[in-house]
């Protein structure tokens, strides 16, 4: 079988970690770029998992790839855990930057108790031509803070404070976001399918 994975984000940044994560793997993680795909793929379900499996579905048809698919977002106590599944999409404004995203949270946050526990949840899917293979999730847990700290990572990670590190996701290294993410956790979860579904020792 050809050791190939699409993951299946147009992410950038996400692409790059889960490239990172599973890096010790004998397997090529391609992007959608990579190979060629682009699909817009409405994110219609409920919940973290619903939406992977649409996706990991929707990228597999496509590409006939064995397909790495996850869906995550940040989930804040004092929001009543939004904006969770809406994460990518929460903004006042249309086109809205990951810097507006920041902001348009913090502006919800201002008028709430401080400290503000939240958590990233990621759920991550593998999926092949007979449908799914496996469901993963992984959370990281932390506190929204007010200012913004740190130039790695993207998202909602200048924000998201990790008192066990002393630092944001966005002042982790790379090496240390791939081991303590919640992406990191759902995909280090999904190795063992990854190496029945492709036979590796």
Not at 16 to 38: N, P, V
Request: negative net charge; glycine residues 8%.
């Amino acid at each position: 079988m050809e050791k190939r994975v699409l993951a299946a984000s147009a992410n950038p940044g996400k692409v790059k970690e889960i490239k990172a994560i599973l890096h010790t793997l004998d397997l090529t993680i391609i992007s959608a770029k990579e190979a060629g795909i682009a699909i817009d793929v409405p994110e219609t379900g409920q919940t973290y998992a619903e939406n992977a499996r649409i996706k990991a579905e929707a990228y597999q048809k496509a590409s006939g790839l064995i397909v790495l698919a996850d869906d995550s977002g940040l989930e804040v106590d004092a929001l009543n855990g939004a904006p969770g599944i809406y994460s990518a999409r929460y903004a006042s404004i249309p086109n809205a930057t990951d810097a507006d995203r920041r902001n348009y949270l913090l502006e919800q946050l201002k008028d709430k108790t401080q400290p503000w526990p939240a958590h990233f949840h990621c759920t991550a899917v593998l999926a092949g031509p007979a449908g799914v293979l496996a469901v993963e999730a992984g959370r990281c847990d932390g506190l929204i803070i007010p200012e913004e700290r740190g130039s790695g990572g993207f998202g909602y990670d200048p924000i998201f404070f990790i008192p066990e590190e002393g630092a944001t996701m966005a002042e982790l290294s790379e090496g240390r976001k791939n081991q303590i993410s919640h992406r990191a956790k759902a995909l280090q979860a999904l190795i063992p399918a990854l190496q029945r579904t492709f036979n590796l020792t």
